[in-house]
C-alpha cells in the first residue's frame, strides 16, 4: 500500500513538473521574442511562481479540511510551482550576481522573491 502511494506521488509531482516546465518555457520565449533582458525574464517568472505560492498557501489554509489537500500540494506547489520557479536558476542568478560584486541585484531579487510570496499571502486573504 505503502509503494502504491509513493507512486501516486510521484505521478502527481510529475504532472505538475510537466505542465511547470512547459508553462515556464512558453512565458521564457514569449518575454525573449520581444528582446527582454534574460535576467529580468528569470526575475519575473521566479517573483511571478513566488507570488502564486504565496496565493496557494493562503488559499489552502482556509480548505485544510478536504482530503485531497496533500495531492494539491504535490501537484500544484511541488510539481507545478517548482518546476516553474526553478529554484536552482533562482539561485544560480544570485551566486552569478555575487560573484561579480553585484550584491544589490542579488539582494533585489532575493527580496523581490520573499515580497512576492508575502504579497500573495496578503492579497489571498
Known sequence: MTTLNNFQDIILVSIGAFFGANFRFIIYQKFKEININEYYIILFI???SS???GVFVSVLSKI???NFSSQLVLLFSIGF???LS???TF??????????IKF??????LSLGIIAVGLG???SN
Open 64 to 66: 485544510v479540511f478536504l
Open 86 to 88: 526553478t529554484f536552482s
Open 104 to 109: 544589490f541585484r542579488a539582494l533585489k531579487s
Open 81 to 83: 510551482l517548482g518546476s
Open 121 to 123: 499571502l496578503l492579497l
Open 46 to 48: 521566479n517573483c511571478f
Open 91 to 100: 539561485v544560480y542568478d544570485l551566486f552569478d550576481s555575487s560573484l561579480k
Open 51 to 53: 507570488f502564486l505560492l
